[in-house]
């Protein structure tokens, strides 16, 4: 995620939205220039396209991640069963390379890569199978087997489709990135002066559209979001914590470091907190307002899932 890219963008969006209210709500002093009018017209028409693609960026991002996500913990959840399962079973029988296999396999699941993720639990799988008569005592079957190909395989699907979407939205943020330059050389080249020649005849709208024409770089101003993520049984700091702040703008979406911690620039906003992680329970925080300077510190304790 480019934070400052992303910061730069959504500025230029809110001076863009702020002055096409502005010209809006002044219909009666634009309409008294026809070339303001006809200006007006195809400005609209630029922030509508804007409007529309980022909000198909949003929710797209948004609808993969969460289904990514889901699916992934399907996938964690039944390669572990298993592999504890076989991991009890290579330990009564003394079978040391079994046992090595799977708890490698399963050691840092929930921290590796995708593409990791995906062979741990595929060589689990391979392994299981292999001795799924031997496991029957220790309530591994055939069907929990299958499960759990048929859960790596959706998750496979979910990663292909996000990297394959992740090519198709950064085409679409080119497309908004462009159509804002379009807008601002609007504004710039026919905008600006139709309202300037109106500074005598309308003066409150003249210093009411300065005002909103304003590109204010809030990426100055921004709030750092900093804090940790804790297993609250044991106070201990948790690694890939996945923490999506959720706005109006958009989702920003960043984990917890190796120490446990985190730290995100967000323009000042309300934003609603989600907080997940494969093997601890999820939670929300609704409705956090952040002021523009502010360092708000906000640690999260997750509680071990059962």
């Not at 502005?22 to 409007?51: E, F, H, P």
């Not at 390379?97 to 595929?122: E, Q």
Request: glycine share 4%; charged share 25%.
């Amino acid at each position: 995620m480019n934070t400052r890219k992303n910061i730069k963008r959504n500025n230029n969006r809110r001076m863009i939205s702020s002055t096409q209210s502005c010209l809006t709500r002044n219909t009666a002093a634009i309409s008294t220039i026809q070339g303001l009018v006809d200006a007006k017209t195809i400005y609209d028409l630029i922030v509508t396209d804007i409007d529309s693609k980022m909000l198909i960026v949003e929710s797209t991002t948004k609808g993969i991640t969460q289904d990514k996500h889901a699916s992934r913990s399907i996938v964690q959840q039944n390669a572990t069963i298993i592999a504890d399962r076989a991991m009890g079973y290579a330990n009564m029988i003394g079978d040391n390379d079994l046992f090595t296999t799977m708890h490698n396999n399963i050691t840092g699941i929930s921290t590796a890569s995708n593409t990791d993720c995906i062979s741990r639990c595929k060589k689990i799988s391979d392994n299981a199978n292999t001795i799924i008569l031997n496991l029957v005592d220790w309530n591994v079957t055939a069907a929990m087997i299958t499960s759990l190909n048929t859960s790596i395989t959706a998750f496979e699907s979910q990663v292909t489709k996000q990297s394959a979407m992740s090519e198709s939205i950064s085409v679409a943020l080119a497309q908004v990135d462009q159509l804002i330059k379009d807008a601002k050389q609007l504004l710039k080249r026919t905008i600006d002066k139709g309202v300037r020649s109106l500074t005598a005849s309308f003066p409150t709208f003249s210093a009411e559209y300065k005002e909103a024409r304003k590109t204010l770089d809030l990426g100055h101003r921004h709030t750092q979001f900093k804090g940790a993520a804790v297993n609250k049984s044991t106070n201990q700091e948790i690694m890939n914590v996945d923490i999506r702040f959720i706005s109006a703008d958009g989702t920003f979406e960043i984990k917890t470091d190796q120490n446990g911690k985190y730290r995100e620039r967000l323009n000042p906003e309300v934003y609603n907190i989600t907080v997940t992680h494969p093997d601890f329970e999820p939670y929300t925080i609704d409705g956090v307002k952040i002021q523009p300077g502010e360092i708000k510190v906000e640690n999260f304790e997750m509680i071990p899932k059962a």
